[in-house]
């Protein structure tokens, strides 16, 4: 009996010491890289885009979209109307949208880039009450050239207001609202945003960077491959109209699809006000499919308050 008893405590001990080295490993080691590394201008873009967190939040308990920024291609000053030398790129947090992690939390940008952005950029002046407008800039620190965040309302006069007047719908993404969307629909239980060092190179791109996730939240790397990989889809394919056929009825463009139809995000109505009738574009899509048509029913475009607008905006802006 005793000899079995010490044998149970050196067992335990054993597994004790075990588990905790792998969480050792697994927990601990890899935050001490992630505390040292440096937000790249794909860490800028990517946190910059999607906003504070794309999970469950108080401010979108429903996951609908809600508290996000937009992207805006901004060709003219938004204060002077003056064509810009060159466009620019900006992220619009409207009044009461929450700010992004590496305003609200500047460590997670990394040495220098955080230095940048305080002194530069000036992003301690944003203010979520009032809303802010942001964009990636470059600088100078300790000899190397760095992307940091600018605070463009603070050092430009840049307002979310003076610069939605100005946009043109076709240059505004939802990129916020669809990750809300991929993440809400379930997409990475199919679909990884992480590339292997494997033969992925040759087939979905470079495998990203430790300092391209900096500030996200939640990454969505996804846990199983039973679809291809995203992280590049956009530089893929950044047809907005194949995506469209694909969201509304993946079996339109590859017939053997296990993807289920998101043609519900389209909401009630198209493009243009009309009730969009899913009984009746499925019935002629049945016809099609047995041979009976001999082209498949148009897919409807979509309202710009859609919230397949958002999704198809944030897969295309994977690249």
Same mark, same amino acid.
């Given at each position: 009996?005793?000899v ?13 010491l075990?588990?905790? @080295?792998?969480?050792?490993?697994? =927990?601990? +080691?890899?935050?001490?890289? %992630? ?5 790249t201008?794909? /860490?800028l ?5 999607a906003?504070?967190d794309?999970g ?6 429903l996951?609908?979209?809600h508290n ?5 291609l901004?060709?003219n000053?938004p204060l002077?109307?003056v064509a810009?030398?060159q466009?620019?790129?900006v992220y ?9 992690n590496?305003?609200t939390?500047?460590?997670?940008? @990394?040495?220098?880039?955080k230095? =940048?952005s +305080?002194?530069?950029?000036? %992003?301690?002046?944003?203010k979520k009450?009032?809303? /802010?407008?942001?964009?990636i800039?470059?600088?100078?620190f300790?000899?190397n ?9 603070a050092?430009k006069g840049?307002?979310p ?8 719908d076709?240059n505004?993404s939802?990129v916020?609202?669809?990750?809300t ?6 997409c990475?239980?199919?679909?990884t945003l ?10 979905f791109?470079t ?5 391209d ?10 846990s ?7 992280l590049?889809?956009g530089?893929?394919?950044s047809s ?5 056929l694909?969201f ?10 296990i993807m289920?139809?998101?043609d ?10 009309k009730k ?5 574009w ?6 099609y499919?047995?041979g ?8 409807p475009?979509y ?9 198809i905006?944030?897969?295309l802006?994977?690249k």
């Open positions: 009996m005793s079995n008893f010490r044998e149970y405590k050196i067992g335990a001990r054993m597994f004790g075990a588990l905790g @080295g792998s969480m050792l490993i697994t =927990l601990l +080691l890899p935050s001490f890289d %992630i505390a040292a590394s440096v937000s201008d794909v /860490a873009d990517k946190q910059l885009s906003g504070w794309s469950w939040q108080l401010g979108d308990p996951l609908k979209g996000k920024p937009v992207k805006v901004v060709k000053d002077t109307g810009l030398a466009a620019e790129t619009v947090y409207p009044a009461g949208t929450s700010l992004p590496g305003v939390h500047s460590d997670n940008l @990394g040495a220098g880039v230095d =940048l +305080l002194e530069k950029g000036k %992003i301690k002046d944003a009450e009032s809303g /802010a407008v942001f964009l800039n470059h600088g100078a300790n000899g050239n760095l992307p940091y965040v600018e605070n463009a309302t050092t840049w307002t207001d003076a610069v939605m007047a100005k946009a043109d076709a505004v939802h916020g609202s669809g990750k969307m991929f993440v809400r629909e379930g990475w239980w199919c679909h992480l590339p292997e060092q494997t033969q992925d190179w040759q087939a791109g495998p990203p960077m430790l300092g996730f900096n500030g996200e939240s939640p990454t969505a790397f996804g199983d491959r039973k679809a291809p990989d995203l590049h889809v530089s893929r394919n907005k109209e194949w995506m469209m694909h509304f009825n993946p079996r339109l463009v590859q017939p053997h699809s289920p139809r998101f519900y995000l389209w909401g009630e109505v198209d493009a243009n006000g969009i009738d899913f009984d009746k499925r019935a002629e899509y049945n016809e499919h047995e009976k048509r001999v082209a498949a029913p148009e897919v475009m309202a710009k308050d859609s919230e397949i607008r958002g999704l905006d944030f897969v802006s994977l």
